[in-house]
Structures are given as C-alpha cells and as structure tokens.
C-alpha cells in the first residue's frame, strides 16, 4: 500500500542557493518529483550573492528523506548543510518534566514545602495513610509500566528504547487530561519481579497504566496487580483499544441500522487487544463472534485446543465464541459476516473478502501501519471502514480513552476499574458523535474534540461511584 508523505518523517534541511537564477525552484521540483512533499520555506539569511534558506519536507520514510536529500546536494550551486529530522528534535532531552507547584522564594516557603513543616504532614498521612490522596501528589498520578516487551509494532526492544513512547504517554494524560503521569521503565520481563516491583511503587501514585507488555504475560500481571492492590490497574493495550472499539462498533452499527446482538462478528487476532476487545464486545451485548488466528478459526475441537489450559486466553476464547461451530481459514469465516475487526497483520483479507461480506458490512482493519486490508479497497464495497492510522477518516485511537478513563477515576478516588466503567467510557465517547454529524465517515470524534476527556471521566466517575469503588468522603475530607 502506498503511503504519503508523513511529518513523522520530515527533515529541515539547510541550504545555500544563488541569490538570483532557478535554483529554488529546482529544488522544489526536486523533492516532489521524488514524492516528497515541501512544507515550509524560510529565508533565514540573505546576501546579494547568496540566500540561506531552512527547507522543511514531508517524507515517506528515513530511506526516502536520505534519497530526497542526495538529490538536493547533486543540484548546480547549491551548497548543503545540516539536516535535521523534526521528529528526533523533539525528543532531544526527553519530551517531560517536573515542575513545582509553588514557588521557594525565601526561608518561609522552603520550611514549609520542606523541613521542618513537612514533618507535620508526613505524621498526618502515617496516622491516616488515605490522607495521602489529598495531601500528595498520589492525588493526580499515574505511573506508566512497561517491560519494553511490546513496543508499538516494533515488538520486544526492551525498556530503555520504550522510554521515548512512555514519555509521550505521559505528555498526553496532561495534555489531554491535566494527569500528572510518569513513565516507569522496568528492566526485567520476569512477571513475578514486575508484580512485585509495580506493588512495592504503588503508595505513590492513584493508578497503574500497564504499557507494551506481551501477551500472554500481560493478562496475568494485571489480574495479579488488581487482586493485590487498591488503586485501579488498567492495561491500556487491551482495555483502551476494546473502548474505542466499542465506542466506534456503537456508531457504525448506527449508521448501517443494525443491532449488536443481531451482527456477526470476525475478528482476526487473538492476542491482547484482540482478547480484550472480544470480552468488552461480548458484555455490550455481542451474541455471534468468530475469531481466527495465525491456526485459522479458534474453535473448541481444534486440535491445540483440545488439551490446552482451560485458563488460558485462547482456551477462553474457544469456549465463549463461535456457536455455530465454524471452522477453517479467516477468508472462509469473513464471508456473509457483518462486521470484521483485525487487530493481527498486514494484508490478512483483500477486497474479494469485503465484497463477500453481507449488506452494510463494517471493516476495522487496525494493524499499524499497514492495515488487515488496505482501506481504501475495503470502502469500495463496505459501508463502513475504520483503521488506526492518521490519514484515513475514523482512526481508532487508544488516546481518546486513556486520559478521560484515568481523570474519572482519580476523580471518584476509585480502587479499581471493572467492565461497567469501561461499558460507561465506550458509551460516553460514541455519544460525544452527535445524531446531526454522524455518518459513514465520521463514527469516532477527534482525538482533538475538546468534549472527549471531560465526557469520558464523567461517565466513569459515575460508574465508580455507582458501583462502590470510590473511597468514601469521610476518609479523605
């Protein structure tokens, strides 16, 4: 599948050119004669004889920008100098900080934000420790943990290169959502040292955002953590992707006038997000789903499955999904189905397969960057396509949950974050699309809609309360 021009991948390059002549148009006709994309010109300096001119561009990939950049050099009286790729400039130094709240500007700020008034608060919390939610920054913080073992597509690269990820995590929940969140790295991918580690830092922070951690192993660690300690655990691979799944299923079947227990389902993934998303679909009232994976359709009398774990996720998928008893390969299982979510591979359908669909079919071909199906094959004959890619409308992003979904919860003070809050969330995000702007293009808000994170938390702040997760006012007054 072609992909355009990106500013994920563009560079700033400087160059000398003659003052008079052709040059700069040549270089223009340069960059987009070899697919680039100029997106900024600027003169930064200028002589009779010579312009210094920044020229930014969009490019495709690392490869394309070092392409684009041998022809700029190979042009007549250009001279070249530094290029810059944007996207490593902003990370130079990391993309967050701490900051402090108040200012230490003489002897009386600095007793009281530190010793000896401090004193006073840290006896408050060892008297009554819940009163480190009001008295702490524990109020409004969540720790972001990674092993480093899923990483984006890039797979397991370990800790130190997921820090730039978890950082821009940490960018968003204060973006988005004014969470104070702080990326914690953690140097093994032994489950019982990240169960441990994660328990003995959790007095400090209100929530644990599980991040990038590899399936199976993932299941286990979060359902260890929630079972051990008072502070909602959520791991935003699996829970944040089935949100916005759901959230985006609920307009889409709006548009296409269907209801969830009456479509069929095929799902093309059975790892995390797949699992995941399955179970949320399922509780919303999803009565007729069929999930392949790399064996093909998982079904109780497969042959790996026969003799599995009965606690094992795949077991578990086996035994709630397909009731018809369907068996065979993804393609034969997609045919006369109503809805197709991937969450698996590049290229695992094509466009006979959407065709073969049923009337007002819907495609979520999430795999990035390069979708199940390419997405504009799948809308030639579905009614509704939806990826996890920007340039595409209905991107399905994990970034329109997390931030509302931890706001509420801080909010309620809640200790833990079951399957009613995330029902809330994935209800709360659908109805932000209102009735007026829905339609086949538009199922899912922006990640920009300034009406995302505050609906989100107050759906979940609601479903906390309502469902006794909340620590009680008397505590924390």
């Not at 991040?211 to 699996?238: G, K, M, Y």
Request: with cysteine.
């Amino acid at each position: 599948m072609a992909t355009a021009p990106s500013v994920s991948y563009s560079i700033t390059v400087r160059l000398e050119v003659p003052a008079s002549g052709t040059a700069v148009s040549q270089l223009t006709t340069a960059v987009e004669s070899s697919g680039g994309s100029v997106t900024g010109l600027d003169v930064t300096a200028s002589g009779h004889e010579m312009l210094r001119i920044d020229v930014t561009i969009a490019t495709t990939s690392t490869a394309h920008a070092d392409e684009i950049v041998g022809k700029l050099r190979g042009i007549e009286g250009i001279s070249l100098g530094k290029v810059s790729d944007r996207t490593f400039l902003m990370h130079l130094g990391g993309k967050i900080e701490m900051a402090s709240k108040h200012p230490i500007r003489n002897r009386d700020d600095l007793s009281m934000i530190y010793t000896p008034g401090v004193a006073r608060v840290c006896m408050a919390i060892a008297e009554n420790p819940e009163d480190a939610r009001r008295l702490t920054i524990k109020r409004n913080t969540v720790a972001v943990v990674t092993d480093g073992s899923a990483v984006l597509g890039l797979g397991n690269i370990g800790p130190m290169a997921a820090l730039p990820v978890m950082e821009g995590k940490a960018a968003l929940f204060k973006t988005f959502a004014g969470i104070d969140a702080w990326p914690i790295c953690l140097d093994t991918q032994d489950t019982d040292e990240i169960v441990a580690i994660v328990k003995a830092i959790a007095p400090g922070f209100a929530g644990i955002n599980l991040e990038d951690i590899s399936a199976p192993r993932c299941f286990e660690i979060e359902a260890r953590l929630r079972e051990a300690l008072d502070i909602p655990v959520f791991h935003d691979d699996q829970h944040g992707t089935a949100i916005v799944v759901l959230a985006s299923l609920t307009n889409a079947l709006r548009v296409v006038g269907k209801a969830i227990g009456d479509v069929r389902v095929v799902m093309s993934g059975a790892g995390a997000a797949g699992t995941a998303i399955l179970k949320l679909l399922i509780a919303a009232g999803v009565r007729h789903a069929v999930v392949a994976d790399i064996h093909g359709v998982v079904h109780a009398k497969r042959e790996d499955l026969v003799s599995a774990d009965p606690g094992s996720p795949l077991r578990w998928v086996a035994d709630n999904t397909n009731p018809e008893g369907v068996t065979g390969t993804l393609k034969e299982a997609v045919r006369g189905a109503d809805v197709f979510i991937g969450v698996s591979a590049p290229n695992v359908i094509n466009g006979a397969d959407v065709a073969a669909m049923a009337e007002g079919s819907i495609v979520f071909a999430l795999a990035n960057p390069d979708p199940e199906v390419d997405p504009g094959i799948a809308r030639e004959t579905a009614s509704v396509v939806a990826t996890g890619r920007s340039d595409f409308p209905n991107q399905i992003n994990n970034v329109l949950v997390f931030p509302g979904v931890f706001r509420g919860l801080l909010d309620a003070q809640s200790r833990t974050v079951n399957t009613d809050m995330m029902l809330a969330a994935a209800g709360a995000l659908a109805d932000v699309v209102a009735e007026d702007e829905l339609n086949a293009n538009y199922i899912i808000p922006s990640v920009f809609n300034d009406k995302v994170a505050g609906t989100v938390a107050g759906a979940v702040r609601t479903a906390a309360k309502a469902a006794g997760a909340a620590v009680t006012a008397a505590t924390t007054a």
